[in-house]
């Protein structure tokens, strides 16, 4: 009970912040930082896959109805949902995982934590710039978007679990 | 059928991927051109409240800016007032005659949100079908057009603005009357460009653009930007022309909606030209 006010209240904040803020600030060059990634991962390891794909559906829905895009956003969300656990299980520690563990900085190993979500990011900003784009032509500006906002959203996923995320996993 | 279901079975992971994909990317290439409702658009009545309130923080940040912007707006108008002129002929009289009738009304509104880094760029604005907003109506800024009304809900309508991709507003050079569509490629702000001018044109740089009013969005001659760069397109005989705007989308805040009074019997005289035969086979 207390994981699902938890997770309900972190939805509503990342829609929020992704919409009203990181939707919002310009930093050049094309970069579009975005952070709701950071929510998905953040779901409990073992849930569900078909209803973690719906909730990412609506988190992506919320931001994009908000932002005007019309289901990218969406899109973007589902495939993350989708593939979340394939990464998992490439990426899974000799030891297997604890049951019903939260991702974070402070479980799990920093390095794991970089390729992990690294990986998530350059996949999830890749199929977004791409669909955003959508010209063959572009190509090189999807690639120069992509490498250089990946960085930015990484850092500030980690930023955000170090400032917000207790040790003992709870949310401040 | 076992088969079938064993199908099923193997895949329905990716059968609701799949599922949950074909609803998002439909709505998304759909509504770029046919929005199919404002409920999934900053026009709808939550996510309009949600962005007023936002909009009671940021206002804040431009303030000044679109201050000085109004009060130059106002000097310019003040100085086209009768009483800044100081009469130098007596013995004309100005009769109110029926020469001339109303075309086009203003309304004031204010943009509450907007991006303009994105590949398409919607502004959302705080007027909506209570005031008169309708759909494909024409808003410009002080400075320059800004776009076109897409999509409208009771108290919010969301604004196609000139930074998207399909804008396709028609504009023409001022000095030689020379037209093109307007296009913007998704990546400066502050540069677009226009399509469909014929090489033969004499265009110089720094050349004042303006909108042509030829479809009834626009009034004509509102303000869109100046040639930047003129260059050539291989194998066509058209000129390539940059745009820097007028306008910095950037900072806007404070826009006007215009409502063409004669718009409908502009339709309708339009939609008497019957349809080209040899237009519709190619």
């Known amino acids: 009970m207390i994981i699902l006010f938890k997770h309900t209240v972190r939805f509503v904040l990342f829609l929020l912040a992704q919409a009203l803020l990181f939707n919002q600030i310009e930093l050049g060059w094309g970069i579009h930082p975005m952070i709701y990634p950071l929510f998905i991962l953040l779901l409990p390891y073992n849930m569900n896959v078909f209803l973690s794909m719906l909730v990412a559906f609506a988190l992506g829905i919320g931001i994009d109805s908000i932002s005007n895009t019309y289901g990218l956003h969406a899109s973007a969300a589902v495939l993350l949902a989708y593939l979340r656990p394939m990464i998992f299980s490439v990426f899974e520690p000799r030891d297997g995982y604890e049951e019903g563990l939260e991702m974070n900085i402070y479980s799990m190993d920093f390095m794991w934590l970089l390729y992990v979500f690294g990986l998530m990011l350059i996949v999830h900003h890749l199929w977004f710039f791409t669909l955003e784009l959508f010209k063959f032509n572009e190509i090189l500006f999807i690639l120069k978007k992509t490498i250089l906002s990946v960085p930015v959203s990484l850092i500030l996923c980690i930023l955000i679990q170090v400032i917000f995320v207790k040790k003992t996993g709870d949310r401040s | ?282």
Do not use: C
């Open chain 2, 1 to 282: 059928m076992r088969n079938l279901i064993e199908f099923f079975k193997r895949f329905q992971v990716f059968l609701v991927f799949a599922a949950l994909q074909g609803v998002a990317l439909s709505t998304y290439f759909t509504s770029m051109s046919f929005p199919r409702s404002q409920y999934l658009t900053s026009a709808s009545k939550v996510n309009g409240e949600i962005l007023s309130w936002k909009y009671e923080f940021t206002k804040h940040f431009n303030l000044a800016y679109n201050n000085t912007r109004l009060q130059k707006a106002n000097i310019r108008l003040r100085e086209t007032q009768p009483g800044s002129f100081i009469r130098l002929q007596y013995g004309l009289v100005k009769i109110d005659d029926t020469l001339y009738k109303q075309q086009y009304e203003y309304m004031p509104a204010t943009v509450i949100n907007s991006t303009f880094d994105k590949r398409n760029n919607y502004f959302t604005l705080n007027v909506g079908s209570a005031q008169g907003i309708e759909r494909d109506m024409g808003v410009f800024s002080d400075y320059g057009i800004v776009g076109v009304v897409h999509n409208v809900s009771e108290h919010f309508s969301v604004v196609k603005s000139v930074l998207t991709e399909a804008i396709n507003i028609d504009v023409m050079m001022e000095s030689s009357e020379a037209h093109g569509l307007l296009k913007w490629d998704g990546k400066d702000a502050r540069v677009g460009s226009i399509s469909g001018i014929s090489n033969d044109m004499r265009i110089k740089k720094w050349d004042r653009i303006v909108t042509r009013g030829g479809s009834g969005i626009f009034p004509k001659g509102i303000p869109v930007g100046k040639v930047s760069r003129i260059g050539s397109i291989e194998g066509l005989p058209l000129w390539d022309i940059s745009v820097l705007f007028s306008e910095d989308y950037r900072r806007i805040q404070r826009v006007y909606v215009v409502r063409n009074l004669l718009k409908k019997e502009q339709e309708k005289i339009e939609s008497l030209i019957p349809v080209d035969k040899e237009e519709t086979t190619r």
